[in-house]
């Protein structure tokens, strides 16, 4: 695929598809990793003289304005990185975003509303995807895909759009792709993997992928109850998806016979109830065995034994690859599970890869510097999918 040094853009409206996707309480961003993970391409596209033009989703808007999901705080968050203004269109492709790009002039950048504030972007009828990528083609002279945490969905903006002008990849998506190509292909052993969150139906694909591939696999999260039970063990009231305990128990089954080391949870830090994420009060929490929970507590971290356990199993790896934090690290006191991860992670000299999501909002949240890790992704599912050995959408379509 081509990259922006193949373009040229002085002059020129250049439509960048990045992903500004931020969480946010109320009109504050809580994390703004993606904003600046696109500044750099922004940047060098408008130094170049180009009219950039910059657009993403946020949320999941149901196809029409909702005013929780603007993207009026991310322009401001915007301009504050690049140094210079981010005109701010209130809509995607009608009078708003048609006056203020034809404002632009060169080296000058704008921020359209939220793609998803249109039916168009999302549909999953090709010829209503169709006419709003035109509308959007309208606006541009030319294309450049960077966000990368959008390129496993078929919409408008990612995969339709970039086959009506002429297009590039953009810096970060050339560094997301080089970097998993590394833990696809001639990855320096031992190759050990992490994998943590909520549901073990959303690993699964790349479970079984994995499983051809990594010399370990650690688990965490509430996904490592589903595990636990599978090998028979009581998990008190833990998250737990029991339909999936058969695929569980064959993974486990296929890891003995590849020779795979699948290393799960010695203990667990638990708690009766749930905690109030929002008043960080602390928690009544106990350290109980992993393979008997106590009913009436859920385990919500890995505990201290556990901890110690990954740090060790991650300390003679040479490449490592982690997605999903290890409890409810937006809680002070369920954290440290999390926590000793990247620790071990930062203390080894693997080429270490953190996939997006809430991993990456973990190593920031905890006060980790960036700069520690190999890489930190900015797309979570996308980086799973490709792991997966999945096509995705939006890298097909900015291929020659």
């Known amino acids: 695929m081509q990259t922006i040094d193949d373009l040229q853009v002085a002059g020129q409206r250049v439509f960048v598809r990045a992903d500004l996707n931020v969480p946010l309480d109320g009109e504050t961003i809580t994390d ?3 904003i600046r993970a696109a500044v750099p391409t922004i940047t060098k596209l408008a130094e170049a003289g180009a009219k950039v033009i910059v657009a993403s989703h ?12 603007s993207l009026a705080p991310v322009a401001r968050r915007l301009g504050e990185l690049l140094g210079r203004p981010v005109a701010f269109a209130t809509d995607t492709v009608g009078e708003s975003a048609t006056a203020t790009v034809a404002s632009l002039a060169e080296g000058q950048v704008a921020l359209l509303e939220n793609l998803r504030f249109n039916p168009g972007e999302t549909s999953k009828d090709d010829a209503e995807r169709g006419a709003f990528a035109d509308q959007l083609a309208a ?3 030319a294309y450049v895909g960077d966000g990368f945490g959008a390129v496993h969905r078929r919409h408008a903006s990612v995969f339709d759009l970039p086959g009506r002008l002429p297009r590039a990849a953009g810096g970060l998506i050339a560094t997301e792709v080089g970097v998993l190509r590394q833990l696809t292909e ?3 052993r031992p190759y050990a993997v992490v994998l943590g969150g909520a549901k073990v139906s959303d690993k699964l694909g790349v479970i079984a992928h994995l499983l051809q591939r990594a010399d370990r696999i650690l688990i965490g999260g509430g996904m490592a109850y589903t595990f636990l039970k599978a090998q028979g063990h009581e998990v008190g009231d833990s998250l737990l998806q029991e339909d999936q305990i058969p695929a569980v128990q064959g993974y486990l089954e296929q890891a003995k016979e590849r020779g795979v080391e699948f290393v799960l949870p ?3 830090v638990a708690t009766k109830e749930f905690p109030d994420l929002s008043s960080k009060a602390p928690v009544e929490a106990s350290v109980v065995p992993a393979d008997a929970i106590p009913a009436g507590l859920m385990g919500l971290d890995i505990g201290p034994e556990t901890r110690k356990l990954y740090a060790a199993k991650l300390a003679d790896a040479a490449t490592v690859f982690w997605n999903g934090p290890m409890g409810v690290f937006e809680h002070p006191d369920l954290a440290e599970g999390t926590r000793a991860v990247a ?3 930062v203390d080894s000299s693997a080429f270490s890869v953190v996939g997006g999501g809430d991993s990456a909002a973990a190593v920031r949240i905890l006060g980790f510097d960036e700069a520690a890790f190999g ?3 900015t797309g979570g599912g996308a980086s799973l999918e490709y792991l997966e050995g999945k096509t ?7 291929e020659d």
Do not use: F, M, T
């Open 32 to 34: 703004d990793g993606r």
């Open 58 to 69: 946020l949320g999941r808007p149901k196809g029409a304005p909702e005013p929780r999901y």
């Open 139 to 141: 606006l541009a002279d």
């Open 186 to 188: 001639n990855v320096s």
């Open 266 to 268: 010695v203990d667990v």
């Open 343 to 345: 620790q071990a992670l």
């Open 375 to 377: 890489h930190i992704s």
């Open 392 to 398: 995705l959408p939006g890298l097909a379509a900015l």
